[in-house]
C-alpha cells in the first residue's frame, strides 16, 4: 500500500477538513503531517460544524485511527480544548483510542507565542500576518536543535528542560521590551502537559510504515498551502514548513516512492489570509462580493480573507511541486450569482509575458492577464449528481483541466459533507 496525500495549491482555507472527511470512510489512517493550530479545517454534517486546528479530519467516522505526525508543532492547550470540545459534542477520541501522538512531534510553548507575537509588532507594516500561533518560533528552535517534543513529556527531568528553553525564551523577549505576564498560560500549559501524557505516544514512522505493510490505507492530511511553503511560497510571507507532497514524506516518516494518489485541492477562485503577493486580488466591490458570498473569514483567527480570481500560474506551480494526480475543485457555488468570471491565464511582468510565478513577486507584483468565463447563474447548493452540473460550469471544469493537465474528480457545491460530487472520467 502507499501513503495518498490531501493538501492544498493555493493559500491555504481551500476546504481540506471538508473534503478529508468525505475520503476518510475509505481510509484506516488519517495523519497529520505539518503545521500546527495555525490551520482550522471546518467540517459540517447533521447541521453540526467543527472547526479542527490539530486533530485531524478523520475523527468522525467510527473505525479511523487518526495520527499527529512528527512535523506538527502541537500547541498542548489548543489540543486538550479541541479534545474537551468535542466531547462535550458527544466524540471522545482519546476514550475510543483513535487517535495517537507522535513523540516527536515538536511542542508550543507560551513563550513561542509571545516571540511571535514580538517580532511580527516589531516588523511593522511589513509583517507577515502569522496566526501568533507561535508556530515559527517552534520550528525555529526545532531546525535549531533547542526544542520540547511529545516524548519528553514523559521524562523525569521534563520540568527542567521546559524552564531552561523558557529562559531561553525570555532572555530574547527582553531585547524586545516588557515581557506580558504569561504566569496563567503557563499553569495551562502545565497542565495540558499532564492531559496529553494519557494519549498514546508512536514513533509515527513505524506505525505509518506497518500499516502500509499490513495492506491499510493512509492518508496524510496537510496544512496550509502550497503559495504557504516555507520554500517555495512567496518567501518571507509563508508559513515555517513544507506544505507539499514533500513534507509529508519527512512529516511522516514515509519514503518518496511510498506515496500513492496526490489529491490537490483548491477554490474555484482564490483567497490570502495575512500579508505577502497575490497577483489576482480584487480590491473592489467584486472582491467584497466573493468574501461575502463565500464567507471569507479566518476559521482560526476570524481575520477577513483576501479574495481574487483563480489563478491558473500559481496552480501550475503547485500541481508541479506536489506531483497532483487528482483535483478537487471547491466552493463552486459561491460563483453561483456571477454572470462573467475571470481566470489569470499569464502575469505581465517587467514588460513580458510570462506564465510562472518570478522570483522578485515581492518587490516587483506581477499584474494578471485575465481570461473572461461565462459564469452559470445557477443556484448549485442543492445538486446532487453530475448530470445536474449547468454546461457553463461543465465548461469551466473543462477549461481548467486543459489548462492544468489533471483530471477534477471531486466538485465542492457546499460547506456539509452531502455536499460534494464526485465527477466520472
Ligand atoms: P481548510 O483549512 O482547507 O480545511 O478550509 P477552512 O475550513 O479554513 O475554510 C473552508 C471554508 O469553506 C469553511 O468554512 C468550509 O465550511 C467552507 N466550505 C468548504 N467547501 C465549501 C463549498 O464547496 N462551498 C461553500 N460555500 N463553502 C465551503
Ligand atoms: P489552513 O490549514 C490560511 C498564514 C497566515 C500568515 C502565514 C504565516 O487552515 O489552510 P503562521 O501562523 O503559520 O506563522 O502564519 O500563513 N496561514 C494560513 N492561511 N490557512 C491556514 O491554514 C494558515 N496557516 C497559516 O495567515 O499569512
Ligand atoms: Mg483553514
Redesign the pocket.
Known amino acids: 500500500m502507499q501513503v495518498d496525500v490531501l493538501l492544498?495549491l493555493q493559500w491555504?482555507?481551500?476546504?481540506?477538513?471538508?473534503i478529508v472527511d468525505v475520503l476518510c470512510p475509505e481510509y484506516d489512517l488519517i495523519a497529520r503531517f505539518q503545521g500546527g493550530p495555525n490551520?482550522?479545517?471546518?467540517l459540517?454534517f447533521d447541521n453540526k460544524k467543527f472547526?479542527l486546528n490539530t486533530i485531524p479530519s478523520g475523527i468522525f467516522n467510527e473505525g479511523i485511527m487518526n495520527l499527529i505526525g512528527n512535523g506538527v508543532v502541537i500547541d498542548p492547550i489548543i489540543l486538550k480544548r479541541e479534545l474537551d470540545n468535542l466531547k462535550t459534542a458527544g466524540f471522545d477520541p482519546v476514550g475510543k483510542g483513535n487517535l495517537v501522538l507522535a513523540r516527536k512531534a515538536h511542542l508550543i510553548l507560551p513563550t513561542h507565542q509571545l516571540l511571535d507575537a514580538a517580532s511580527e509588532s516589531k516588523m511593522g507594516a511589513g509583517k507577515i500576518g502569522s496566526t501568533l500561533k507561535g508556530i515559527g518560533p517552534t520550528y525555529m528552535d526545532k531546525t535549531g536543535r533547542n526544542g520540547l517534543r511529545v516524548g519528553d513529556t514523559t521524562l523525569p527531568d521534563f520540568k527542567e528542560r521546559y524552564e531552561k528553553l523558557k529562559e531561553k525564551h525570555l532572555s530574547i523577549l527582553s531585547h524586545y521590551g516588557e515581557i506580558p505576564d504569561f504566569s496563567e498560560k503557563e499553569q495551562a500549559f502545565l497542565a495540558a502537559i499532564d492531559y496529553i501524557k494519557t494519549i498514546p505516544h508512536v514513533d509515527s514512522e513505524h506505525l505509518v510504515n506497518q500499516y502500509l505493510k499490513s495492506g491499510k490505507s493512509v492518508l496524510a492530511e496537510g496544512a496550509q498551502g502550497t503559495l504557504l511553503d516555507v520554500d517555495f511560497g512567496s518567501y518571507p510571507f509563508v508559513t515555517s514548513s513544507n506544505t507539499t507532497t514533500a513534507g509529508a514524506c519527512t512529516g511522516l516518516g514515509v519514503a518518496p516512492n511510498k506515496i500513492g494518489k496526490v489529491y490537490g485541492i483548491f477554490k474555484a477562485y482564490a483567497t490570502r489570509v495575512g500579508g505577502g503577493p497575490f497577483p489576482t486580488e480584487l480590491h473592489d466591490e467584486v472582491g467584497e462580493e466573493l468574501r461575502k458570498l463565500?464567507?471569507e473569514f479566518g476559521?482560526t483567527t476570524g481575520r477577513a480573507r483576501r479574495t481574487g480570481w483563480i489563478d491558473i500560474p500559481a496552480l501550475k506551480y503547485a500541481i508541479m511541486l506536489n506531483g497532483v494526480t487528482e483535483l478537487i475543485m471547491?466552493?463552486?457555488?459561491?460563483l453561483d450569482t456571477f454572470d462573467k468570471i475571470y481566470a489569470c491565464t499569464h502575469y505581465k511582468h517587467d514588460g513580458q509575458v510570462i506564465d510562472y510565478m518570478p522570483y522578485e513577486i515581492i518587490t516587483n507584483e506581477a499584474e494578471p492577464v485575465l481570461e473572461e468565463i461565462q459564469g452559470w447563474n445557477q443556484d448549485l447548493t442543492g445538486i446532487t449528481s453530475e448530470s445536474e452540473i449547468p454546461e457553463a460550469l461543465k465548461n469551466y471544469i473543462s477549461y481548467l483541466e486543459k489548462a492544468l493537465e489533471v483530471p477534477i474528480t471531486f466538485l465542492?457545491?457546499?460547506?456539509d459533507r452531502k455536499?460534494t460530487l464526485s465527477l466520472s472520467k
Open positions: 492544498g491555504g482555507d481551500e476546504g481540506k477538513g471538508k490551520a482550522g479545517h471546518t459540517e472547526v463565500g464567507h476559521a471547491m466552493k463552486a457555488d459561491v465542492s457545491v457546499g460547506p455536499q
